[in-house]
């Protein structure tokens, strides 16, 4: 044990006389403890909503659509599968009709809903559809037989507010109706729920539905398919893909990526995760500055020690590490503690989903939490590194102590 880390400890440990330096000291580990864990916890919350999110959000949507600006959509929608779906980093290629209709059932419910016409094979290719049934199936849209009517796959929340169930039928009326000389009018299709889906987003769950890619064609009077949703191998690329896309095809085509359908929701919690650490990180700071006030009484009180030292040969900087050990040891104690506790209660808030959350505001029905290494990395430095700074001041003035002048003034 070195000369400076024996004294810096039998500071840390004053009895009588200093004990209100050691009750400092004690109130400056709270401190720093606080500070730690509930930018760990902040941070991993953060972390957790957006990664939920993203996962969802991802899960419900392809990486990369792709619209035609031309009239009439893709009319050799197999040749333009074929052509994306070789497209380096695509692993798989859709088509799909998207356009809304109001949907109504037998216990007089109606509701707006999405009306997605899908291949089912290849959607499954492209979304986690396939995953998020709940019940029925969604080979049930293209299995009819001749004469029955359509099939559709509801969202569970979607089928919950219209009151029906597998093998319950709904009426489906879109904008593009029978054309007569009074113009348009909206035309009722009958359709037959054969099968829910549920993905955890609420925005799908409660307004989304699925038909085949033939129905949708005919509800909506469509030559083709609207648009072709791709799956990348890595999502990440999605951004960089586009923008290589977009200049091989040109401006017959408009390319969207998940990143841009998404962004403003992004950018506001990113904003929001640098916010609240930030005004989490003040904690940390008044602790640093309780750590400075201990440090400075502890030199005024051992002045008289540290002028004895001096004399006996210790230089200046055995006297300044003294103090920079006691204000490190501060900051190692209370960062080990408020990391360990911080990343308790991300695990135990997670775990047992403690927070929970109204869907229909927050899009996810609880609080996750998600702790990052390299979050956790950066909060203990940061921490430690402001504990070593508030040490600078009070070991300087320690050093420079004159042990004549405080020998005099005892």
Same mark, same amino acid.
């Given at each position: 044990?070195?000369?400076?880390?024996?004294?810096?400890?039998?500071?840390?440990?004053?009895?009588?006389?200093?004990?209100?330096?050691?009750?400092?000291?004690?109130?400056?580990?709270?401190?720093?403890?606080?500070?730690?864990?509930?930018?760990?916890? #902040? +941070?991993?919350?953060?972390?957790?909503?957006?990664?939920?999110?993203?996962?969802?959000?991802?899960?419900?949507?392809?990486?990369?659509?792709?619209?035609?600006?031309?009239?009439?959509?893709?009319?050799?929608?197999?040749? &333009?599968?074929?052509? !994306?779906?070789?497209? @380096?980093?695509?692993?798989?290629?859709? @088509?799909?009709?998207? &356009?809304? #209709?109001?949907?109504?059932?037998?216990?007089?419910?109606?509701?707006?809903?999405?009306?997605?016409?899908?291949?089912?094979?290849?959607? %499954? %290719?492209?979304?986690?559809?396939?995953?998020?049934?709940?019940?029925?199936?969604?080979?049930?849209?293209?299995?009819?037989?001749?004469?029955?009517?359509?099939?559709?796959?509801?969202?569970?929340?979607?089928?919950?507010?219209? /009151?029906?169930?597998?093998?319950?039928?709904?009426?489906?009326?879109?904008? $593009?109706?029978?054309?007569?000389?009074?113009?348009?009018? @909206?035309?009722? %299709?009958?359709?037959?729920?054969? /099968?829910?889906? $549920?993905?955890?987003?609420?925005?799908?769950?409660?307004?989304?539905?699925?038909?085949?890619?033939?129905?949708?064609?005919?509800?909506?009077?469509? %030559?083709?398919?609207?648009?072709?949703?791709?799956?990348?191998?890595?999502?990440? &690329?999605?951004?960089? +893909?586009?923008?290589?896309?977009? $200049?091989?095809? /040109?401006?017959?085509? $408009?390319?969207?990526?998940?990143? &841009?359908?998404?962004?403003?929701?992004?950018?506001?919690?990113?904003?929001?995760?640098?916010?609240?650490?930030?005004?989490?990180?003040?904690?940390?700071?008044?602790?640093?500055?309780?750590?400075?006030?201990?440090?400075?009484?502890?030199?005024?009180?051992?002045?008289?020690? =540290?002028?004895?030292?001096?004399?006996?040969?210790?230089?200046?900087?055995?006297?300044?590490? =003294?103090?920079?050990?006691?204000?490190?040891?501060?900051?190692?104690?209370?960062?080990?503690?408020?990391?360990?506790? /911080? +990343?308790?209660?991300?695990?135990?808030?997670?775990?047992?989903?403690?927070?929970?959350?109204?869907?229909?505001?927050?899009?996810?029905?609880?609080?996750? !939490?998600?702790? +990052? @290494?390299?979050?956790?990395?950066?909060?203990?430095?940061? #921490?430690?590194?402001?504990?070593?700074?508030?040490?600078?001041?009070?070991?300087?003035?320690?050093?420079?102590?004159?042990?004549?002048?405080?020998?005099?003034?005892?």
């Amino acid at each position: 044990m070195s000369f400076e880390w024996f004294v810096a400890r039998r500071y840390l440990t004053a009895r009588r006389k200093q004990a209100f330096i050691s009750l400092i000291s004690g109130v400056s580990i709270v401190g720093v403890g606080v500070g730690v864990m509930a930018l760990i916890v #902040a +941070l991993a919350l953060m972390t957790g909503v957006q990664s939920e999110l993203r996962d969802r959000i991802v899960g419900s949507t392809a990486h990369v659509y792709i619209y035609k600006m031309t009239d009439g959509g893709f009319l050799n929608a197999d040749a &333009d599968l074929q052509r !994306f779906a070789a497209v @380096p980093g695509v692993t798989a290629a859709s @088509p799909a009709i998207i &356009d809304f #209709a109001l949907m109504s059932s037998s216990a007089t419910q109606s509701s707006a809903v999405t009306l997605k016409g899908i291949d089912p094979v290849r959607e %499954q %290719q492209v979304t986690d559809l396939a995953q998020a049934m709940k019940s029925g199936s969604l080979a049930g849209l293209t299995s009819r037989s001749a004469g029955e009517v359509p099939g559709v796959v509801l969202g569970a929340g979607l089928a919950a507010t219209l /009151g029906v169930r597998v093998g319950d039928r709904v009426d489906v009326v879109t904008p $593009q109706g029978t054309l007569t000389p009074f113009g348009p009018i @909206p035309k009722a %299709q009958a359709l037959a729920v054969v /099968g829910t889906f $549920q993905f955890g987003f609420y925005e799908f769950d409660q307004s989304y539905g699925f038909v085949s890619l033939p129905t949708a064609e005919k509800l909506f009077r469509r %030559q083709g398919p609207d648009l072709i949703e791709l799956r990348l191998r890595r999502m990440d &690329d999605a951004p960089a +893909l586009k923008v290589r896309l977009q $200049q091989e095809v /040109g401006a017959a085509y $408009q390319i969207k990526d998940w990143v &841009d359908l998404n962004g403003s929701l992004y950018s506001a919690l990113w904003l929001e995760k640098v916010a609240i650490s930030l005004t989490i990180g003040l904690i940390v700071m008044v602790a640093a500055l309780n750590i400075v006030a201990s440090l400075v009484l502890l030199v005024m009180e051992k002045s008289r020690d =540290i002028a004895i030292l001096r004399t006996m040969g210790a230089p200046s900087r055995a006297i300044r590490r =003294i103090f920079m050990f006691q204000g490190l040891a501060i900051g190692l104690v209370g960062t080990a503690a408020g990391t360990v506790l /911080g +990343l308790a209660v991300s695990y135990l808030a997670d775990r047992y989903r403690l927070i929970s959350l109204p869907a229909d505001v927050y899009q996810i029905t609880y609080l996750p !939490f998600r702790v +990052l @290494p390299f979050d956790v990395v950066f909060v203990v430095i940061s #921490a430690i590194a402001i504990c070593f700074l508030a040490t600078v001041y009070p070991s300087r003035r320690a050093g420079r102590l004159d042990p004549a002048e405080a020998l005099r003034n005892q």
